[in-house]
């Protein structure tokens, strides 16, 4: 509608983005992901996260509840939109989990917007030294482990996905 002629379509990222190439004056036939052809499916999945998202919901309640009830520390990792997200989106204030660890050095000594956690280096978890580490994007999981070990830290680590 716009003027744009889709060249090409794909996920990435393990499949976390959906990707598109566009532009004024192309000529090739667009891929097709197999869901655009199967309106069922699409339905179907639509459903599921409609039926599904109060359970994973009180599940994380439930789950960070149980963390705070052993008087464990837990920090997430990853503080751009899927740890704000998270974050937000379970309000989660800084009392009740107070940092978010990022590699990102510019991010670092910020705070997390709406929650108020503070930013902080893989580094600061020496002295922290966490229980809990909730990895908000699992395809970093073995590269925050290894940094984990590096820093000579054995916290339980769970992703987003997991629980």
């Known amino acids: 509608m716009s003027g744009f002629e889709v060249k090409d379509i794909w996920t990435d990222y393990d499949d976390q983005y959906l990707m598109i190439e566009a532009g004024t004056n192309g000529t090739g036939d667009?891929?097709?992901?197999?869901?655009?052809?199967?309106?069922?499916?699409?339905?179907?999945?639509?459903?599921?996260?409609?039926?599904n998202y109060r359970q994973k919901l009180d599940a994380w309640k439930r789950y960070l509840n149980e963390i705070k009830v052993k008087n464990l520390k837990a920090v997430v990792w990853g503080s751009s939109s899927k740890g704000v997200s998270f974050l937000t989106t379970l309000k989660i204030q800084y009392h009740e989990l107070e940092y978010v660890v990022d590699i990102n050095p510019y991010r670092q000594g910020s705070y997390i917007a709406g929650t108020g956690?503070?930013?902080?280096s893989p580094e600061f978890m020496t002295d922290y030294k966490p229980d809990v580490v909730i990895v908000m994007n699992p395809v970093y999981y073995d590269e925050i482990n290894r940094v984990l070990e590096g820093l000579k830290l054995k916290p339980e680590i769970v992703t987003v996905n997991e629980v």
């Open 30 to 51: 667009a891929n097709s992901l197999a869901i655009e052809n199967d309106i069922g499916e699409l339905r179907s999945k639509v459903d599921y996260f409609k039926n």
């Open 117 to 120: 956690q503070r930013i902080v």
